[in-house]
């Protein structure tokens, strides 16, 4: 079944889509609320199913590699898959990945998982900020957001660790967006936002794993 959820665009994406699902399983639903959290927390809240799969609408992301994916999560068992995205078009002046987004995805990532204890030999992800996912339904019913943008690709990966949920990352053709569209990530702006969301999550979540465990250590005095 394929969802494809229009969050306000300008650009004729219910459109075009009712014309690809023809003849297929398929919904259009709409979301108000401004923000890819909002349209992450809208589908999973929407849809029952054993296996879900985000992939953002812009071409960017390699669909035949889904099969891998799926069958990865499935041998393996896991409860996230996350699509590391490899460039596989020459990009000398980087307009696939922008620089900046590259430096702030490699910065985020080490940030988490610096902060959330993965060892550097044994760290899941290096493409945290990743939008192709395959993820379990025992992950998604677990779920709940504290973010309404861009940030929530940094709280899905942070809710796999601290669950301790088995994950992992497999490489994925990424190319460049179709002529004539452009990004509404902000490098500077939403770097900003999910590098606030990283502090929010270790004061409430890793801060509160602490003095869970601390508690536990002084009622075997």
Not at 10 to 29: C, F, M, N, P, Y
Not at 158 to 184: F, N, W
């Amino acid at each position: 079944m394929i969802y494809v959820y229009d969050n306000n665009s300008t650009d004729k994406t219910s459109v075009v889509a009712k014309e690809a699902l023809k003849g297929k399983r398929g919904e259009i639903a709409y979301v108000k609320n401004q923000g890819k959290g909002n349209v992450v927390l809208r589908f999973f809240a929407d849809v029952e199913a054993d296996l879900y799969v985000l992939i953002d609408g812009d071409s960017t992301y390699d669909c035949p590699s889904l099969k891998i994916m799926v069958d990865k999560v499935l041998d393996e068992q896991l409860d996230m898959l996350v699509g590391r995205r490899i460039e596989i078009q020459p990009d000398p002046n980087n307009k696939i990945y922008r620089k900046g987004h590259r430096f702030g995805n490699i910065f985020l990532t080490n940030s988490v998982s610096w902060i959330f204890d993965q060892k550097a030999d044994h760290r899941n992800f290096k493409d945290m900020l990743s939008g192709y996912r395959v993820l379990s339904r025992r992950y998604v019913k677990s779920f709940l957001t504290l973010s309404s943008g861009f940030e929530i690709e940094t709280q899905l990966n942070v809710h796999a660790l601290q669950l301790k949920m088995p994950c992992g990352e497999v490489d994925t053709p990424y190319y460049a967006r179709p002529e004539g569209s452009t990004s509404k990530l902000s490098t500077y702006k939403d770097g900003l936002k999910i590098l606030y969301t990283i502090i929010k999550l270790y004061s409430t979540e890793k801060l509160d794993f602490f003095e869970i465990n601390v508690e536990k250590i002084s009622n075997f005095r």
